[in-house]
T-cell receptor, first 115, second 115 residues
Framework: GNSVTQMEGPVTLSEEAFLTINCTYT??????LFWYVQYPGEGLQLLLK?????DKGSNKGFEATYRKETTSFHLEKGSVQVSDSAVYFC??????????????FGQGTILTVHP | DAGVIQSPRHEVTEMGQEVTLRCKPI?????LFWYRQTMMRGLELLIY????????DSGMPEDRFSAKMPNASFSTLKIQPSEPRDSAVYFC?????????????FGEGSRLTVL
C-alpha cells in the first residue's frame, strides 16, 4: 500500500534559521508528491508539489525535490519567519481513474518559529 | 471566489445525540472528501465522492457514520449516535480533475466536541 512518514516533531527554530522537515514515502506506481501547510485554526492548503522524479517544487521560499532513488521529498527553507509557524503535511497521490484526487498524508510536523 | 464552506464551525453535543456536518464544495469541482483530524491519529480520510457517487468509504469508522452527496453542491456527514471518541476536527475538501492532480481545497473545518 501507500504510506508517508514524516520526521517527528515538534520542530522549534529561531527566526532566520534553516529548516528541514524530512519526508519519505512508499507507493505502488509513480506518485505525485505534495507538501500541505495548515495554519492555526484553518484548513490545509497546498504549499508545493512535484509530479515526477527530480522535479523541484517551490513556493514562498520553501523547496522540495522529488528523489526517487531515496523515496524522499524533504521540505527546506533557508530562512524561516515567525509567520511560517504551522503544521506541515507531506502527502502523495497515485493518480489515475477514480483515485486521481485521493491523497495519503503523513502525520504532520508542527513547526514553531520564535523571534 | 468562495472556497469550500463548512458548517457548523463548532459543535458541542452530548453523547448519544445526532450530529450533522455540512459542506458546500467549490463550484465546478467534481470530487469531495471528508477527513477527520485528531492529535492521536492525525488526518484520516473517511470517504470520498466523484461526481456525487461514493467511491471509497473504507475509512468510515463504523455504522454510526454516514455520508451523502445528493447533488454537486452539497454533502453531509452524519454521526448517530455520537460518542466522546468522535470528538475531532472534520474537514471537507474538494478538487477538480481539470486542476492540479492531488490539489485539494480544504474548508476551515468543523470542530466537534462530544461530552
Amino acid at each position: 500500500g501507500n504510506s508517508v512518514t514524516q520526521m517527528e516533531g515538534p520542530v522549534t527554530l529561531s527566526e532566520e534559521a534553516f529548516l528541514t522537515i524530512n519526508c519519505t514515502y512508499t507507493a505502488t506506481g509513480y506518485p505525485s508528491l505534495f507538501w500541505y501547510v495548515q495554519y492555526p485554526g484553518e484548513g490545509l492548503q497546498l504549499l508545493l508539489k512535484a509530479t515526477k522524479a527530480d522535479d523541484k517544487g517551490s513556493n514562498k521560499g520553501f523547496e522540495a525535490t522529488y528523489r526517487k532513488e531515496t523515496t524522499s521529498f524533504h521540505l527546506e527553507k533557508g530562512s524561516v519567519q515567525v509567520s511560517d509557524s504551522a503544521v506541515y503535511f507531506c502527502a502523495l497521490n497515485v493518480g489515475g481513474g477514480t483515485s486521481y484526487g485521493k491523497l495519503t498524508f503523513g502525520q504532520g510536523t508542527i513547526l514553531t518559529v520564535h523571534p | 471566489d468562495a472556497g469550500v464552506i463548512q458548517s457548523p464551525r463548532h459543535e458541542v453535543t452530548e453523547m448519544g445525540q445526532e450530529v450533522t456536518l455540512r459542506c458546500k464544495p467549490i463550484s465546478g469541482h467534481n470530487s469531495l472528501f471528508w477527513y477527520r483530524q485528531t492529535m492521536m491519529r492525525g488526518l484520516e480520510l473517511l470517504i470520498y465522492f466523484n461526481n456525487n457517487v461514493p467511491i471509497d468509504d473504507s475509512g468510515m469508522p463504523e455504522d454510526r457514520f454516514s455520508a451523502k452527496m445528493p447533488n454537486a453542491s452539497f454533502s453531509t456527514l452524519k454521526i448517530q449516535p455520537s460518542e466522546p471518541r468522535d470528538s475531532a476536527v472534520y474537514f471537507c475538501a474538494s478538487s477538480s480533475r481539470r486542476g492540479i492532480t492531488g490539489e485539494l481545497f480544504f474548508g476551515e473545518g468543523s470542530r466537534l466536541t462530544v461530552l
